[in-house]
């Protein structure tokens, strides 16, 4: 796909999962989460830019690490991740956080200026990885820490027909490359090919939980990356499209809903 298709696809679609983002991801990406902020080791005092930061999950918590002489910058290609992350912060009445929109191949902030870069499960949306990753490199300090969680492997995430459910009812695939980083190496070799020396990359499995099939539907198809092409099916096609997507979560069936299993990567660069 043409990358500034994709990134409008990416732009207008989170703008549309935007509200329902941290309902329907927020529990299940903490596992990702928790292991991305530990490999962080955030020190008080530190400047960090969060890349892709959504509504900002793990920016506040950046900030509560690195504390009153910190700074968080977070930025995002969605108007209203943007919004929801700035309006967090204004009513927590938070001063050394900022929130602007911007793409994470094109970061519009001077050379070493921070101390850490994070993004959390945002690099399997862009057209170049790599160029983002440059981007994280080229705002480092020397001697500063890159720390990215992608998903892990195709095979290993049971939730994966959403995209073919999704791209075989639109005519363009919503993220044509989304699994390739979890393959083996790849991750470490996009940290290489940006400028990192090295690149640690640890492999977690976790779970996606939900007790009803709306729930297991509504984070696949509202809350995601699906969600403009899925704003424009039909009412039929929507059902559908969910109906397609149970049948594909169905050998994760529990007593309790489902048990969808996936699994994360991160991964740790230094200057
Ligand atoms: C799964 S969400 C992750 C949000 C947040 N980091 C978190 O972990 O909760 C992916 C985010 O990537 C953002 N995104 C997609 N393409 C982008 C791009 N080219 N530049 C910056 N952000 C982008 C989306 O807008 C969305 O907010």
Redesign the pocket.
């Known amino acids: 796909m043409e990358a500034a298709l994709q990134?409008r696809v990416?732009?207008y679609g989170?703008d549309k999962a935007a509200l329902y983002?941290e309902n329907s991801?927020q529990q299940q990406?903490k596992p990702a989460?928790d292991a991305l902020f530990d490999v962080a080791n955030i020190q008080t005092g530190q400047k960090i830019i969060?890349?892709?930061?959504?509504?900002g999950?793990?920016s506040f918590r950046a900030l509560e690490a690195t504390g009153s002489d910190g700074l968080i910058v977070g930025?995002?290609?969605?108007d209203k991740?943007i919004e929801i992350a700035d309006k967090t912060a204004k009513e927590n009445g938070l001063g050394n956080i900022r929130f602007e929109r911007?793409?994470?191949?094109e970061l519009k902030v001077d050379d070493e200026e921070f101390d850490l870069a994070i993004?959390?499960?945002?690099l399997m949306?862009?057209?170049s990885p790599v160029n983002?990753l440059k981007q994280m490199f080229r705002v480092l300090k020397k001697g500063g820490h890159c720390v990215a969680a992608v998903w892990g492997k195709r095979i290993n995430c049971g939730w994966a027909d959403i995209f073919e459910i999704v791209d075989k009812r639109v005519s363009s695939e919503v993220c044509p490359m989304f699994f390739n980083l979890g393959n083996e190496k790849v991750l470490e070799e996009n940290f290489k090919l940006a400028g990192f020396a090295s690149c640690q990359v640890k492999r977690i499995q976790s779970f996606l939980e939900y007790d009803t099939d709306e729930k297991a539907c509504s984070a696949a198809f509202e809350g995601?990356?699906v969600a403009l092409a899925y704003s424009k099916f039909s009412e039929s096609v929507k059902k559908e499209a969910c109906e397609e997507y149970l049948t594909s979560i169905e050998n994760f069936k529990t007593e309790d809903g489902y048990s969808v299993p996936g699994e994360f990567l991160i991964g740790l660069g230094i200057k």
């Open positions: 990134r990416q732009r989170w983002y991801w990406l989460h969060d890349i892709a930061c959504g509504t999950l793990m930025t995002d290609i969605s991740m911007m793409d994470a191949e993004c959390a499960l945002g949306y862009l057209p983002a995601g990356p």
